[in-house]
């Protein structure tokens, strides 16, 4: 692949939620897709994620109701203007993709010796969330679509789906065909956020001082 298509594949990926066609996911490209997610680096070589690919209705109804639940509280603690815009964004489409992919994290895994987490605990998390960008971007390159659903509490996740108590859930993804990707994230094309420019998140030397650009 040309450094050029990885770069289409990266600005391409987008967060899906009312894009999904419910189609079904050939288990080939499933394959290629979670084989990317476990091929992330993770601290000390632990591996401490899983995958728990839920197809069924029934499961996916009910977290989607915990959803919504989650979603009014969120709205309650929004300003009259914040929440008159955030009613028209969506923040999940788990009943119209095709899967859920819940990704979770196993600090017991390779520990206590997990090499490199002994001054930064969090680095189990972060590891996590490499597996998951990988995930994301091997789906955008299967022209399939993801969405990162966490308007959830754990412990309601970890009921539903058997997950033991030490390990944590920490994204449960929307995965499917989609009818298309759009170009602008929903929360920019909805005035909730837009990205920041670079160079306003690019320090040179010090935290705050401004960066040397090449011309
Ligand atoms: C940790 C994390 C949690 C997220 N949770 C949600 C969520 O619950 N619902 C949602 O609609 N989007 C969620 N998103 C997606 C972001 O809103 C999205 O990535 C961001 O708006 C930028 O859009 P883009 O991914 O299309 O570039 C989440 C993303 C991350 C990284």
Redesign the pocket.
Known sequence: MSSQSFYEVLSR???V?AEFSGEPVDPAALRRVLAAAHAAPSVGMSQPWDFVVVRDPVLKKAFRDH?LEEREVFRDGLTPDQASRFAG????GIEDATLGIVVTYDPSRGAPAVLGRHSIPDTGLYSV?LAIQNLWLAATAENLGV?????YREERLRELLAIPDHVRPV?WLCVGPVTHL?AV????RHGW?V?APLESVVHGDRYGQSAEWPD
């Open positions: 990926r987008r967060d939620r959803v964004i969506r923040i999940e969330c969405g990162w659903v966490s308007f994204a759009h994230p929903d929360l920019e956020r990205r």
